[in-house]
């Protein structure tokens, strides 16, 4: 018998799988379970995005690409930013495609730490930034934000993390799982520090479009002082629900794009090219894609605030992405035991706070990026469950 735990690389088997997954493979096992759990738009691909893509595939444009993708796509991911956010990119050395956001998210990382650097994880936060961190043999800090302040990060946080050993702040708004933003006034103020501190930022962006309200998205980037100590990373994705077409971007200064493309180029050597066709005609004819999904994810979020808020959960109200955070102190479940026992009664799968940082316990994420009938549905069979508990101990 081979002891295969005396070839595996230990940094590997010590990290946790995804606590958004076991719960996801569990209602797949189930009949008739609604599941709230995944961060996947239920829209299609626009049709003029695929048409694209079939047309490209016809041509038999199916050999590699560049390295760090198509010239005339990140010609239009420069566009994109300078346009909607205000920061210009050179599409010839500041901008990589990479194999969806994750993967930006994973060069940069492996791109700029060290054994023994510590990196600031905001928290509550996704789930792949700590591993990724702890596998390069770095040392992830968590910074918990409250939600008395709206689930933002303050200067004042971010100061009392830092230490000599502190190199890099990751910054993931709009938030997954809370739905929190920063303003520019917010990233105005954690600008100041970010200087001071000398550190570098990994901006997650890839909910950017998904902001709802008068106010738009503001990148870090656009700050001044910000654009030559970040990295912004930002996909496909969900903007424009391409979850399966998996293709992403990063933008930074050309010294670090250079040895992320490098990384890049040996692990994975271009992004798919399809893809890449398909992006094009996204970012050149997509805007009206983004609204209509943008009008009708802030619909669903509104309706699921407010019938949360009827069944007796606090919950706070979301203004960007596709999530909400409800808080679920008041049943006396922790949050692993509140899923498990949800899912098994009423057929309705939520994630964990907790799976996104120990701050989360306490919380439930659920995903309205759903049909609205689902969404009913699975409020009602929460509002039961949430009823029957409040009977078993005596409320």
Request: proline share 5%.
């Amino acid at each position: 018998m081979i002891n295969y735990s005396e070839f595996l690389n230990p940094k590997i088997v010590d990290v946790k799988p995804s606590g958004i997954r076991k719960f996801f493979s569990i209602a797949e096992e189930m009949d008739n379970v609604i599941s709230l759990g995944v961060g996947e738009p239920d829209f299609l691909t626009p049709w003029h995005v695929r048409q694209t893509a079939i047309y490209n595939l016809e041509q038999g444009k199916t050999r590699y690409t560049a390295n760090a993708g198509l010239a005339a796509l990140r010609d239009e991911i420069s566009k994109f930013y300078s346009k909607k956010y205000h920061v210009n990119y050179n599409p010839k050395d500041e901008i990589m495609v990479t194999v969806g956001g994750s993967e930006g998210i994973d060069m940069c990382i492996r791109s700029l730490i060290c054994p023994g650097d510590e990196v600031l994880v905001v928290e509550p936060s996704f789930v792949c930034y700590k591993p990724i961190v702890e596998m390069c043999g770095g040392i992830s800090i968590p910074i918990e934000t409250k939600e008395e302040n709206n689930f933002k990060l303050t200067a004042k946080e971010i100061s009392d993390a830092v230490t000599d050993k502190t190199k890099l702040l990751i910054l993931p708004y709009p938030n997954n799982p809370t739905g929190a933003v920063m303003r520019e006034d917010d990233l105005i103020a954690i600008a100041k520090v970010i200087e001071e501190k000398n550190l570098f930022v990994l901006s997650d962006e890839i909910y950017s479009e998904l902001t709802y309200g008068d106010m738009p998205h503001c990148s870090i980037a656009s700050i001044e002082g910000m654009k030559e100590r970040c990295i912004v990373v930002n996909g496909f994705s969900k903007t424009y629900s391409m979850t399966g077409w998996r293709l992403g971007y990063a933008l930074g200064p050309a010294d670090i794009i250079k040895q992320m493309t490098k990384l890049h180029q040996y692990a994975i050597m271009s992004a798919p090219t399809t893809s890449q066709y398909a992006a094009i005609e996204a970012l050149k004819h997509g805007d009206s894609d983004i609204e209509k999904m943008r009008d009708d994810y802030d619909m669903r979020r509104r309706y699921t605030v407010n019938a949360f808020r009827e069944i007796g959960l606090d919950c706070f109200e979301p203004e960007g992405a596709f999530y909400l955070f409800p808080c679920i102190k008041s049943t006396g479940l922790q949050s692993e035991e509140f899923c498990e026992k949800l899912i098994m009664s009423k057929r309705v799968a939520v994630v964990p706070g907790n799976a996104f940082g120990d701050s989360g316990e306490g919380y439930i994420r659920v995903s309205y990026c759903y049909s609205i009938e689902n969404i009913k549905e699975a409020v009602r069979r929460i509002g039961e469950f949430v009823k029957e508990l409040g009977a078993e101990n005596g409320n």
